[in-house]
Structures are given as structure tokens and as C-alpha cells.
């Protein structure tokens, strides 16, 4: 987000003299403030995108996003699966192993009825043969939940929150707390967050209407029994497995917004087998970033190490058989929720935990085969 002098900070173009310095103030509050930053997108379901297939104007449906019913039911024991759920009973951020309904699920509303079901065909109704057009709808699939939940937190934080208040008065007035910084800031990267996603989603879109799947690169893994979750995210790590840090030369400006690489992983058990599917686009940044990332993971076992962390760290998309979860130990539960609930800024330091202790036992491990 690119602003003026002057300008107000809430993206609506005009001085802050005119615009939010008219409105009431608002009064920061740490609970309300955590409870927005949890799960925001399932709890505010309130705003509708259009079908994002141009010139479609069915209304949107939701749509799960662990793609392909077998999937879940799979996982479910039932009709339950377990996530990782944040709560803040006291006003700090609180991460537990709730079991919730198969359908209760993530979901999300990009796609009318008709489009949704057009779209994933190759997915749902063929079994997975990582034909380029599958493994670019699974990726699809992280996008499309990525770029609603960007939408909703967009339009919630300013229906909530710019339309009625004037946040920044403490902030102008140098009676800033750190809180209101960090208020501020997450509205910058709420809109660079939506314009990235964005741009991303175009890219896919244009490669389905083209029929031109050859967009992204992929590392594909498959274990040869099946595991006890299942996740759909788009994760972007600065952190190369043994601690290296991105280099700033890949992080380049594409059109006006930085830009960053982006990586969409989905891993679910099907039909015996598990399949691990990692795209990105073939673009030149992207391609040396993850191409990196790779490189320095030498057998399959590494990279689920490194998985076993990096998963339930970075993605909220990620459910669990109760088959698995039954099966930790209160003390392995108790510490996939706390690299459940850490940082996405500590991300980096449980990989490289992860890397570097390979031989080191991790308290759980996610990877490991369950028998439904
Ligand atoms: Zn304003
Ligand atoms: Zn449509």
C-alpha cells in the first residue's frame, strides 16, 4: 500500500484531516483485539464475493476447503475431526485440540455452484494420477481459500473498525501503545496481503481458461501408506530449511506491490497411499526460493521432518483423524499446539528445530501411518 502525505491510513484516499479525524475514537480492547485476530474469516461470514469466473454472476455456494469429499470422510471417525483451535480466555492468545464436525470444516465462497463443481471435476470425480491439471487444482484450492479469507478480512477491518472509528488518534497524537502500531500495520499488510493473492489467483484463473497447466513447478511426494491428516494451505517461509534466510534479491516488485514467493502445499492419505503435492509458480524468483528450499533436504524423510513442524505452524487449513490425535501422548498434544499457536515469525526457528535436530525425536509425528 502506497500512500500519500497527509493521506489517511485507512486506505480511503482522503486526508486523515477530513476522514477518520471526524470520527468517534476508538477505545482499544485486548480481548475483542485477539478474538479479531483469531480465526476472523469463519467467524465474519458476512460479506458475499461475486463468483470470481469472469462475467458469472450465479451467486457463490461454500465450498470445502480440503478438496474432494473422500478426503475428509476418511479422516473422520464419526462424522469428527480434530483442529487446532485459538481461543483467548484472558486475553492471551490460548491454542487446543477441539474435535469438530467433518462439515464444519473450512470453507470458503469464491465459485457459484456450477463453476465450483466445473472447476474441481478432474479432482473430484477421477482418482489423483498427478496429471499437471490435478496438482494445479489442488493448488487452486489454497488460492481460492486465501484470496476469500483476504477479502473478508479486508472488508471486516474496515466495515468494523475504519467506517466507524478513528483508530489513530492515539497514534497521531504520539500516545501510541504498541498495540496501535501493530493495528495499523496489520491494515497495510491486509491490503498488500488481498493484492497479492489477488494477483496470484489471476494467474490460475488465466492458466484454467487457457488450459495452460504448465505454470507451476512442483515437488511431489508420495508415502506408500496413509497418514492421519490432511491440509490445503499457501505458505510463504523466508527461512530455508537450514536456517539460511530468504535472499532479499528474490523479493522483488511486481507491479506495485511487493512480492513475495509463495508456496501452496496440499497432503492428504487416499487409497493407500499419501500424496504430498508443493507448487509454486515457475516464475524465476519463486522457482530459485523453493527450488532452494529443496535442495537442501536430501531425503523424503527430511522434508517430512521439516513438514512435521512447518505444517500445523504455518496453515489453519489442516485437520486430523482422531485415529492420530487418540494416539499422542498429552505431552505430544500439548506440543503440537504450541507450534500450532507460535509466530508465524518463529516459523523459521521451529524448521530449523526441525532440520537440525533431525535425529532428536520431535514430540509427535504427524507423518507417521495410521490405520483407519
Ligand atoms: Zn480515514
Ligand atoms: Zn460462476
Not at 265 to 292: Q, R
Amino acid at each position: 500500500m502506497k500512500l500519500r502525505v497527509g493521506e489517511c491510513l485507512c486506505g480511503s484516499g482522503e486526508d486523515y484531516e477530513r476522514c477518520c479525524k471526524l470520527k468517534p475514537r476508538y477505545t482499544f480492547d485486548y480481548h475483542t483485539y485477539n478474538q479479531f485476530i483469531g480465526k476472523r474469516a469463519r467467524q465474519y461470514d458476512q460479506f458475499k464475493m461475486p463468483c470470481v469466473f469472469s462475467n458469472c454472476s450465479e451467486p457463490v455456494i461454500k465450498s470445502h476447503t480440503i478438496q474432494n469429499n473422500g478426503i475428509l470422510d476418511r479422516l473422520a471417525v464419526d462424522g469428527h475431526v480434530y483442529e487446532t483451535d485459538g481461543t483467548a480466555p484472558d486475553g492471551y492468545p490460548k491454542i487446543e485440540l477441539k474435535k469438530i464436525g467433518r462439515n464444519e470444516t473450512s470453507l470458503f465462497r469464491c465459485l457459484c455452484n456450477r463453476h465450483d463443481a466445473e472447476l474441481f471435476a478432474p479432482i473430484e470425480k477421477q482418482p489423483y494420477i498427478g496429471s499437471d491439471e490435478q496438482n494445479l487444482l489442488y493448488s487452486f484450492r489454497s488460492i481460492l481459500f486465501s484470496l476469500w479469507k483476504a477479502t473478508e478480512n479486508r472488508n471486516y477491518w474496515k466495515t468494523e473498525y475504519f467506517d466507524k472509528y478513528n483508530i489513530f488518534h492515539d497514534f497521531f497524537e504520539g500516545r501510541a501503545g504498541g498495540m496501535y502500531e501493530q493495528f495499523i500495520l496489520s491494515n497495510i499488510a491486509m491490503q498488500d496481503d488481498y493484492a497479492r493473492i489477488r494477483m496470484l489467483h489471476d494467474k490460475y484463473m488465466r492458466a484454467v481458461e487457457e488450459r495452460d497447466f504448465s505454470i507451476l513447478t512442483h515437488r511431489c511426494f508420495e508415502l506408500d501408506y496413509e497418514i492421519g491428516f490432511a491440509c490445503c494451505s499457501l505458505l510463504y517461509t523466508n527461512t530455508l530449511p537450514n536456517g539460511g534466510a530468504i535472499d532479499p534479491n528474490l523479493v522483488a516488485e511486481v507491479g506495485k506491490e511487493n512480492y513475495y514467493p509463495q508456496m501452496t502445499v496440499a497432503c492428504f492419505p487416499n487409497d493407500g497411499k499419501t500424496h504430498i503435492i508443493c507448487s509454486w509458480l515457475n516464475e524465476d524468483i519463486d522457482n530459485a526460493h523453493y527450488g532452494k528450499f529443496f535442495a537442501q533436504m536430501r531425503t523424503t524423510k527430511e522434508v517430512l521432518d521439516v513438514f512435521n513442524i512447518m505444517l500445523p505452524t504455518i496453515t489453519e487449513e489442516i485437520y486430523y483423524s482422531p485415529v492420530l490425535i487418540d494416539s499422542l501422548t498429552p505431552k505430544a498434544k500439548a506440543e503440537l499446539c504450541r507450534v500450532a499457536g507460535a509466530e508465524p515469525m518463529l516459523v523459521g526457528q521451529y524448521i530449523n528445530t526441525g532440520y537440525q535436530w533431525l535425529n532428536k525425536k520431535c514430540g509427535f509425528d504427524l507423518f507417521r501411518m495410521v490405520r483407519y
